[in-house]
Structures are given as C-alpha cells and as structure tokens.
C-alpha cells in the first residue's frame, strides 16, 4: 500500500473528454438511469436495424439471461472497417512490429478492409457459415487479427487459442466448440526463437479421434518446412490468391456470438467464455475512448497477445471500432535487447502504452538504462492490466518510464467482463498507486462480506457487480447451468468476479488478487485443478496439489505438492520430468516453479485436501496455520514444512 496521490497533470486537465466533474456526472446518469444512458451510448456504433430495447438483463439464480440491443442488427467487421473508410481509408488501422525489428508493415483501413474480405472468402469457399466456430491458433501477425475481422465479417464464431498452449489444450478447445476450420501459420517467431504452431495442430488433430477437423488454413511467417495434408490443408496465401477483396457484411443480431475465449476457472476443464456482438463492441469501443482518452491521430499500443481478452478487446475490437491507429508486436519486451519497449515506442512514435506488471516487474530489475537511453517524448498515457500492480512497480513505471509526466490508469478486469470495469480515466481521476481506483460507467460494483452482505465506506471483502452492463459475458460456451453456478450462485443476485478487495475512504477500489482456485502467473490466469490434473496424468505421481505463492516477477508462482506412486524415489531428475511433464500437457505458462515431494497431504478425516495449510505454507507463513485439529493426520504438517522448496 502507498498513501501518495498523484493529481491528473495540468496539460491532461486541458486535453481529456472528461475530467473529474464529468466522470462523476456521467457516472451518476449510467447508474441512475442505465436504460436511457445506453440507449445513447449504443448509438456510438452503426445498426442496419436499430434497436429498440436497450437492456433485458436478470442475475436472478436459476435464471440468468444478458441481453442487449437485443432487437438491433449489426456487423463488428463492418463497425470496424467499413464504416470508416469514407474518411480513413488512406488511414493506417494497424502498424505491425516483427519480432526483428527490421521488419514492419502499415496497414491502412482500406487495406484492412481488402485483407478482411480475402480472409473471408477464403473462409466462405470452405463452407465456413454464420454460427460456424473456427479456431485460430496464430502469432502476432496482421493476420491474425484480419482472420477475427473474416469470421466476424460472416458471422462465424471465433476461438483464439494462445500460440503457448499445448497440442492437448489446443485439442480440448476445437473439441469443446465444435470447430471444423482451424486457422495457424506455419511457425511463429518470438524473441528469435521458432514456435512449431502448424505441427502443433497437426499434433491436436491427431489426439482428437473421431472429432473431424476438415480445414486447416495455414498462414506463412517463416517458411520453416510443414506437413501439408492434401485434401485438409491450405496455404493462405495460395487460397487468397483464386478471391476477391469484396465481401459483404453479414447482417447478425445483436446477440448473436462474435467469439469465444476459453479461461481457467478454480474448477474443472477450462470455461468457453461467450461474447457477443452488439453490447461487447459497444462497451469496448467506449471503454477504449475514455480510458486512454483515444483521440484521432494517437499511436496506440497494447502489448497483449491476441490470445488473451485483452488482445480481442484492445487491440482489435475497441480500436478499429473507434477508427483508431492500434500496433501490434510481434517480440517480447527484451528481445533482441532490454530497450525493445522503449525503442518500438520511439520508433512508431506511440502515445498511449498498455502492458502488464509482469513486464514492468521484469524490466524493472534491468534497471533504468536500458530506459533512460530512449527518447519515449512521444509518450503520453500508460496502462496496466491483468494483475495488481505493486506500488514499486507503480512508481518505476511512473517515474522512469513514463518521466513523471504521464498518468498511469491500472485498468481492473476480466475475460468475463469484456472490457474495463474498475480504472482511473486520465484526466478525471487522481491516481493511488496500486489502486484500480472508480468504476466505469455503468458498473455497480459492490464489496461484500463473507455471508454475501453488501459493505459500506472503507471495507475489505469480496467483489462482486450488482447490475449487468453490455461487454458481460453471456454463458459458459454449452453450459449455461456452469455459468449460472460459477458466477451467480455465491452471492445470489450478484455476479461474482473470484477477486478479493478493499475499498478505503475515498471510494477507491484496490484488487487484492483472486480468492479461488485460480492463480494469476505473469498475469495468465490458471486454474489449480488443471494442473493438478496434468500432474496425476503422470504414471509416477499418485496425488498432487497445487497452490500460487508470491513470486517477484510473476506476481504469483505455481506451488505444486506431488505425491510419488509407492516405490517410487523421489529426485531431481524426477522433479525435471515433472516440469517438463506439464508444459508438454498444458503449456509453458502452466510449468510449475517448485515442486516438493510430498509423503502425505494435509486432509480432512472425510479425504478432503485443506489447502489453505498448503497456501500457508508456500506462502512462508507457518506460524498462522490456522486450526489443523480437522486433519486426518496432524504430522504431515511438520513434513511438508520442513521440506519446504525455496523460492527464487
Ligand atoms: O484477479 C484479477 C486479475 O486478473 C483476473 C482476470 O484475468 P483474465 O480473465 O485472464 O483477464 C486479464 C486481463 C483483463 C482478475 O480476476 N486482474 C486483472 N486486471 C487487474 C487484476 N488484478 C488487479 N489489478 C488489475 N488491474
């Protein structure tokens, strides 16, 4: 916690939609009155049949149902590309960075729109309809992003898998939606190191069985060798080649899906998250106008991967939808050196910066040259997102990065939410480092206590939102009953976000991390269970046990307990294998950092795991274990404590 203030600068006070009394004006009618406030604001994008009802939205239990606009027919490629080009054409949409920094593209809207089309005619002449789910499985290549304009231009439903996930979580994911085409490249290329992605799929397609895959569309990056399965594969650019660039919008209600994003959860396989498309770019193409208080000609970075929401909302969606310049990298933030940030900053001349505190934290122990060398004068607004961020951190980013001169807005949210619900808005708020600060509009947010009891003024709690706003997710992907349990049923009436909370005297939020199973490494969520799952998978492990403990980089680290088969010698080889067992079954990002060899797991006399005691104990604090009466067998308590890994 920091109690410093930093007030909005006086040139963001001239320059800014809002400041301080609008927000809270503005704020005030979206809450008072949401239906008349967004029956306006849904106006920020084009209809082809305006809609009539603006909200028709019921968290009560058992019976969860979100809509918006529901009457209204529109098309998201069209809000994002179309709809500007009698007065951007010749503007560029997306400036490309490649992992080597000798290699860029400029992509006008009127080249967007053309790629677009091409993308979707290719689609279209592989039976690709409105409805249909196409997975994409991609680097950060223009493509990419005119792959998700294509399937939103048809009406199909994309599922962007994160390049750094597994055959087997690539394969769980075509599975769970049904998808026949699937969209890669060849390799991927990050930090000068080549990702195997079309062999992954092929790899995927393998493990899938009776499932069929009948497309796979593969974009060529590198031009590293591939297996081509005649009759199944295509390359991109041969099929592009027999299509025009004309494509017409499919005309799709406002609820009709536009994606699906599959996230951990503290329980079982990981969720499809469904987005649809009327109230999703409504809310995303706001939040991107008022957060980064976007103004025509601003360079616009987000450093995201399109495989997480904050590539769909914010790199993609949002911007185009507000007919902004968005870039897009390719690399990693210290490849081929510590300044790369810094230098595509000076390089593109970028005035509005979003990353994540894992990057920052990383950066940071670099220490300054590396940032201090570069100019960054184009600099102007900086944003965090995906975990809290440290007030060092916050202070560094401030100070070193950003020369004191450009607020920071620490965006709070969720895969779910689709968009930011708890941020500053840079000339309006008076900044907290570490604090996500206010809502944005039309969010209610509540903290309650541990019986679901709404708190009042300064309180620490739970965080849950009252009342539905437009960028909500809309169901579990096949699963409503899931949805309505994971989020709804804690605290009836009232969706859950799994974040803990306090709330001090000014109204300022601050996150506190999540309160589930799921654990935030390097800002990627990941659900305990899942790699719990993968351990057992393992033919020497019996039971395993995972838990987050703090990590200076990562935020959290992934603590695994593992149970060894009976006959089984524990090593560090062993350990090794492990590691490596559940980046091959899940994906890097799931790579345990400690492992230790447990003989027996705290649990209850009725079998169950009390990982609370395990949490205690990755987290160093033995000596607030809590009442261990319950256990089954209070002795392996001592064991696991004085066998304890080291954190590094
Ligand atoms: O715990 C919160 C944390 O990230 C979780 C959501 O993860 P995901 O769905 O992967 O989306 C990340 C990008 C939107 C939240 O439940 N989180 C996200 N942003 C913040 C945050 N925690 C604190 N401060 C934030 N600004």
Redesign the pocket.
């Known amino acids: 916690m920091s109690d410093k203030i930093y007030d909005v600068p006086a040139e963001w006070a001239k320059r800014a939609f809002l400041d301080d009394h609008a927000y809270q004006a503005k704020y005030e009618a979206s809450v008072r009155d949401p239906e008349a406030f967004w029956a306006d604001e849904g106006k920020r994008i084009e209809w082809f049949e305006p809609y009539t009802v603006v909200k028709n939205t019921s968290f009560d239990p058992g019976h969860v149902s979100i809509k918006w606009f529901e009457d209204g027919v529109t098309n998201v490629s069209w809000n994002c590309i179309d709809r500007h080009l009698p007065t951007r054409a010749d503007q560029v949409a997306i400036i490309w960075e490649g992992d080597d920094p000798s290699e860029q593209r400029h992509i006008t809207y009127q080249e967007l729109h053309d790629e677009v089309c091409r993308f979707a005619n290719v689609l279209r002449n592989r039976n690709v309809e409105k409805g249909d789910r196409v997975t994409l499985y991609m680097p950060m290549i223009p493509e990419a992003a005119f792959a998700m304009l294509a399937c939103a231009r048809l009406g199909a439903v994309h599922s962007v898998v994160f390049g750094g996930f597994s055959p087997d979580s690539l394969a769980g994911r075509i599975r769970d939606c049904g998808s026949k085409v699937v969209i890669t490249a060849d390799e991927g290329l990050r930090g000068g190191r080549k990702v195997p992605l079309k062999a992954n799929v092929d790899a995927a397609i393998a493990k899938l069985g009776d499932v069929e895959v009948d497309h796979v569309v593969v974009v060529r990056r590198t031009g590293g060798a591939v297996n081509m399965e005649p009759g199944r594969d295509v390359w991109y650019h041969e099929a592009a080649d027999l299509v025009t660039s004309h494509c017409p919008a499919a005309p799709v209600e406002a609820e009709h899906p536009l994606f699906i994003l599959y996230?951990s959860g503290s329980t079982g396989l990981p969720k499809g998250v469904l987005h649809t498309t009327g109230g999703y770019l409504v809310y995303a193409s706001m939040t991107h106008q008022y957060v980064f208080d976007y103004h025509d000609g601003d360079i616009y970075w987000c450093t995201?991967d399109i495989g997480?929401?904050?590539g769909h909302s914010y790199i993609v969606y949002g911007p185009l939808a507000n007919g902004a310049t968005t870039l897009m990298f390719e690399g990693v933030p210290n490849y081929p050196s510590a300044s790369r940030f810094w230098e595509v900053v000076d390089k593109h001349k970028v005035n509005i910066f979003y990353t994540a505190?894992t990057a920052i934290r990383a950066l940071m122990q670099g220490g300054d040259a590396p940032v201090t060398k570069t100019s960054r004068a184009s600099l102007r607004l900086l944003g965090?997102?995906?975990?809290?961020?440290n007030p060092e951190a916050w202070e560094w980013y401030h100070r070193v990065v950003g020369d004191e001169r450009c607020p920071i807005v620490?965006?709070?949210?969720?895969?779910?939410?689709g968009g930011?619900l708890?941020?500053p808005l840079p000339g309006a708020t008076r900044l907290k480092p570490g604090s996500?600060t206010r809502p944005f509009f039309g969010v209610v947010p509540e903290v309650v206590d541990a019986e679901g009891r709404p708190m009042e003024g300064a309180c620490e709690g739970n965080l849950v939102i009252a009342d539905s706003w437009p960028g909500q997710m809309r169901t579990v992907y096949g699963d409503h009953e899931r949805f309505m349990q994971t989020y709804f049923s804690t605290y009836p009436g009232k969706y859950f976000?799994?974040?803990g909370c306090r709330r001090d005297a000014d109204g300022y939020y601050w996150?506190t991390?999540?309160v589930d199973d799921?654990i935030?490494v390097s800002?990627?969520?990941m659900g305990t269970a899942e790699v719990e799952s993968a351990l057992v998978a393992h033919p020497k492990v019996s039971e395993a046990a995972v838990v987050g403990y703090p990590h200076d980089i990562k935020g959290q680290g992934i603590y695994a307990y593992v149970t060894l088969m009976a006959g089984v010698e524990p090593s560090e080889e062993l350990r090794k294998e492990l590691v490596t067992w559940v980046r091959q079954e899940i994906g890097p990002i799931a790579s345990p950092d400690l492992v230790q060899f447990a003989p027996g797991l705290p649990k209850t006399r009725s079998g169950k795991i009390m990982r609370r005691i395990l949490r205690k104990i990755a987290e160093d604090e033995f000596g607030n274990l809590g009442d261990t009466s319950t256990l089954a067998d209070p002795n392996v308590v001592e064991d696991l404590i004085s066998h304890r890994q080291n954190k590094k």
């Open positions: 996230t995201a997480w929401v904050t505190p965090s997102v995906g975990e809290p961020i620490d965006t709070w949210w969720q895969t779910e939410t930011i708890i941020t996500a976000t799994g974040d996150i991390g999540r799921v935030n800002g990627h969520r």
